[in-house]
């Protein structure tokens, strides 16, 4: 156990203490999905065992205190971006609905024929195929920002592309950092640029893999979107944040039609109701939303700022050790300032499917395939690759049972 972390936050996660295979787990997925606070658990167990009721339109007491806790949540959503209005917090499944929400909202009203959307090689494929879909419907058209060798945006790329197609562009879209690589953007930077060059354009941030690794704030960063799901943040599946300018989501028509987001209803026709709940159709997922206000609670109890120093510590104690085995191959940025705490590799003839298959019959949890990252897999020229990827419930010591469980893969194939 490194000094970064207290054993008090390893035993603040309980699928720690199972056994796989028989050895003890390593779970170095967490780029997929990371593992689950204790007392996010206790608070979904407590929603059902003796709270469990339906929110927003009830007057009795079990509908009334549901409503004050689902709402809490949204107020420390917003006091942790730092967004400038409680509105402006969506409630969505997650990332991936958050950003059909506004490729089919904002999309379906202010694309037109000839607009330009502009998203990178990175991406994962739900920022791409959203944006595919409705350009489609809109005839506008679907625009590649280039990448780098070493898995970086290309800064000169993305500025020919701004001037290139200026006011034409409509919306870029871009991960804050990479999935796959963890590369992370100068998205300030680049947001700036945007503004600058396409004043037409809105910025869309994708903070999946950021929001519980870097500390962000919506107003300084000037973005126009941004979006983020619980379930990278130590939290529940099923539950997500889309953060809009008011002004803008205002603008917006709904994306869902049903209860909760109407006002009016008559077969004359319907009106909408106000912020955020225009866009919060039907049931939520009410336990999963009250229970993701622990997982804001942990990052500040830790900081953001020892967990980047405990992540950056582990991606560079991870990246000497496994450079040390000769048929291996990190892809990515080599340095690794700027980079998240994840590593992509590669073995030379070994397929990735088998590196995480035999990893896995020693206990260790790792990802492989290509990462909902096609074109990025293209044009790094693989079809997979292996990734670890780190928390801050990960030691030093998990990392050599994955350096000695590599020797053992290369040695088997």
């Known amino acids: 156990m490194n000094s970064y972390i207290k054993l008090e936050v390893r035993n603040a996660f309980p699928e720690l203490e199972r056994l796989v ?8 997925d967490n780029a997929a999905s990371t593992l689950k606070h204790n007392f996010v658990i206790d608070q979904i167990t407590q929603h059902y065992k003796m709270d469990a009721a339906n929110i927003h339109r009830g ?15 949204r107020d420390i959503v917003q006091k942790f971006i730092n967004a400038s209005k409680r509105e402006e917090i969506i409630f969505t499944k997650g990332t991936t609905e958050s950003i059909n929400l506004v490729a089919n909202s904002f999309g379906e009203k202010f694309f037109n024929e000839g607009d330009i959307i502009l998203i990178s ?3 994962h494929h739900s920022n791409i195929v959203p944006w595919q879909m409705v350009a489609q419907k809109r005839n506008a058209h679907v625009i590649e920002i280039p990448i780098t060798d070493q898995g970086e945006i290309s800064i000169q790329g993305f500025e020919k592309l ?41 910025f869309l941030v994708d903070a999946a893999q950021s929001i519980a690794h870097l500390r962000t704030d919506v107003q300084d960063l000037d973005c126009d979107f941004l979006a983020f799901s619980a379930h990278k943040v130590y939290g529940p599946t099923g539950v997500g944040v889309l953060y809009g300018k008011y002004d803008i989501l205002d603008q917006m028509p709904p994306y869902q039609g049903g209860g909760d987001m109407i006002d009016i209803v008559s077969f004359q026709g319907t009106t909408y109701n106000d912020l955020p ?7 939520p997922h009410i336990a999963g939303v009250i229970a993701f206000k622990e997982c804001f609670k942990f990052l500040d109890n830790v900081g953001l700022e020892n967990i980047k120093t405990h992540e950056a510590f582990l991606c560079n104690y991870a990246t000497e050790k496994l450079s040390k085995i000769p048929e291996l191959k990190i892809l990515g940025p080599t340095n690794l ?46 079809t997979a690759t292996a990734r670890a990827s780190f928390a801050i419930y990960n030691t030093t010591e998990e ?3 994955l350096y000695d469980g590599l020797i053992k893969t290369c040695e088997l194939l």
């Open 21 to 28: 295979r028989n050895k003890p787990l390593i779970y170095l």
């Open 59 to 73: 007057v009795h007491t079990l509908s009334e205190e549901g409503t004050i806790q689902y709402e809490e949540t």
């Open 121 to 123: 090689t990175m991406e």
């Open 399 to 401: 990392i050599d049972r």
């Open 162 to 202: 701004l001037d290139q197609y200026g006011d034409k562009i409509k919306m870029v879209s871009m991960a804050h950092i990479s999935n796959s690589l963890g590369t992370i953007n100068p998205i300030k930077y680049f947001i700036s640029l945007t503004r600058q060059k396409a004043k037409q354009a809105k």
């Open 277 to 283: 709940h225009k866009f919060e159709a039907g049931t």
């Open 337 to 382: 300032e700027n980079k998240s705490a994840v590593i992509s590799f590669t073995i030379e003839n070994a397929h990735p499917q088998d590196i995480g298959t035999l990893l896995d019959q020693q206990g260790i949890a790792i990802r492989t395939g290509h990462h909902c990252t096609q074109p990025l897999m293209k044009r790094l020229g693989v």
